[in-house]
């Protein structure tokens, strides 16, 4: 199945995302957030394409709330979920970092989970208690102890809900350097790769962490929210905040220097 997985991922980018890339059509959801013709046909053909893997029904980023909410409520036995392009304002401008992401999940949690930029051609992909690679190699691809002041910190500062940790995360973050790339799904592959070494993010939607918590989960590193120790509980699964890292106890010391600064 997660060969079958990869294999459709890639189709798709390769027929609906790639062609339209450097000459998209744009407009506008209700919400104010950009949407391309492309978004809207690779969410189309995963439609079309993943039944046929597992026959479950399909949750997309490009659906209404509603719909969302009622396919949660009523799939728990089974449900695929897809973020057709993360990173749809580096497509629309052109910038190489943008991917697509597949994840099927079952009582909560993800089984399966591939995401795929088709610029760089790095698929991502794990299957629960099976481990995590990238094209074939096992993740992380390196491992290189560090203390937390010389870690690489992926933060979307943005989505920070407390104005007290937003502003001492710029300018007072015990790390070395800071990234912030724009797509969610990556994020998760290039902690689990080891290219970042922590991560917070205020609040991913569902397709954002469905597949990449789960390749970073396989590659070994640690995961909690703001909220609480347990990542994939609690009652907020449209909106959940990060805060991971590889090594734990870098980890750790993240965790604690985050939660003292809320």
């Given at each position: 199945?997660?060969n ?21 059509v ?19 053909a ?22 969302q ?5 009523y799939?728990?036995?089974?449900l ?8 749809t304002?580096?497509?629309i401008n ?9 994840a099927?999940?079952?009582h909560?949690?993800t089984?399966l989970?591939v ?8 698929c ?6 099976e ?41 007072l ?9 724009g797509s ?22 569902l ?17 909690a ?10 009652e ?16 750790a ?10």
């Amino acid at each position: 199945m997660l060969n079958r997985l990869q294999s459709l991922v890639r189709e798709v980018a390769q027929t609906e995302v790639m062609p339209r890339f450097l000459d998209a059509v744009v407009s506008r959801k209700l919400d104010g957030s950009l949407l391309t013709e492309a978004d809207l046909a690779a969410q189309s053909a995963f439609a079309t394409g993943l039944p046929a893997i597992i026959d479950c029904p399909m949750l997309g980023e490009e659906m209404t709330a509603v719909e969302q909410r009622e396919l949660w409520h009523y799939n728990e036995e089974g449900l695929w979920v897809v973020d057709p392009i993360d990173g749809t304002n580096n497509f629309i401008n052109g910038l190489p970092h943008f991917a697509l992401s597949a994840a099927y999940i079952k009582h909560g949690r993800t089984q399966l989970g591939v995401v795929f930029n088709p610029v760089s051609d790095e698929c991502f992909y794990a299957k629960r208690g099976e481990g995590a690679f990238l094209n074939g190699r096992s993740l992380p691809l390196r491992s290189v102890h560090k203390y937390l002041h010389e870690a690489i910190a992926g933060v979307e500062i943005k989505y920070l809900r407390s104005g007290k940790l937003s502003s001492r995360m710029n300018t007072l973050a015990p790390v070395g350097s800071i990234r912030s790339l724009g797509s969610s799904t990556l994020d998760w592959c290039y902690l689990a790769a080891g290219r970042y070494d922590v991560y917070v993010h205020g609040g991913q939607k569902l397709w954002d962490y469905a597949a990449g918590a789960l390749i970073f989960e396989e590659a070994g590193g640690c995961l909690a929210t703001l909220e609480g120790d347990d990542f994939w509980s609690g009652e907020h699964v449209f909106s959940r905040s990060v805060i991971a890292g590889l090594q734990p106890q870098v980890f750790a010391n993240w965790l604690k220097w985050i939660r003292d600064n809320q």
